[in-house]
C-alpha cells in the first residue's frame, strides 16, 4: 500500500510561486507515472503535470511554461514548482501514484494511490 504525503501548499499572489512536495513510501521509480492532480469547489478533478518512471513529463495545456514537475528516486519525492500562479490554480493538488506508462494524464480512474491533497489559493 503507497502513502503518499503532499506538503508545501498556501496562498500566494498572482504572479508569485509555490512548491510543492510529496513524499512516497514506496519506491516511486516502481510507478509507471507520479503525477499531480487539482480539483476546484464544483469542478472535475484534472491532471496538471505528470512525469513517467523513465522521466518523461507531461503537462495541462493550462499549466504548460509555468508548472515544473520532478522527481527524485532516491528520496522518494515528487515536486511541483509552480510560477506565474494565476487566481484560476487555485483548488485542492493532489499527488498520484499509478498510471499509464505513455498516458499518464489521460484520466484520474487510472490512478490508484492519493495523498490527502494540499490547498493552492491563488489571489488577483
Known amino acids: 500500500q503507497v502513502q503518499l504525503v503532499e506538503s508545501g501548499g498556501g496562498s500566494a499572489q498572482a504572479g508569485g510561486s509555490l512548491r510543492l512536495s510529496c513524499g512516497s513510501s514506496?519506491?516511486?521509480?516502481?510507478?509507471?507515472?507520479m503525477a499531480w492532480f487539482r480539483q476546484a469547489p464544483g469542478k472535475e478533478r484534472e491532471g496538471v503535470a505528470a512525469i513517467n518512471w523513465p522521466g518523461s513529463t507531461t503537462y495541462a495545456d493550462s499549466v504548460k511554461g509555468r508548472f515544473t514537475i520532478s522527481k527524485d528516486n532516491v528520496k522518494n519525492t515528487l515536486t511541483l514548482e509552480m510560477n506565474s500562479l494565476k487566481p484560476e490554480d487555485t483548488a485542492m493538488y493532489f499527488c498520484a501514484a499509478g498510471g499509464r506508462l505513455w498516458a499518464c494524464l489521460r484520466a484520474a480512474s487510472d490512478y490508484g494511490f492519493w495523498g490527502q491533497g494540499t490547498q493552492v489559493t491563488v489571489s488577483s
Open positions: 514506496e519506491n516511486i521509480h516502481a510507478s509507471n507515472c
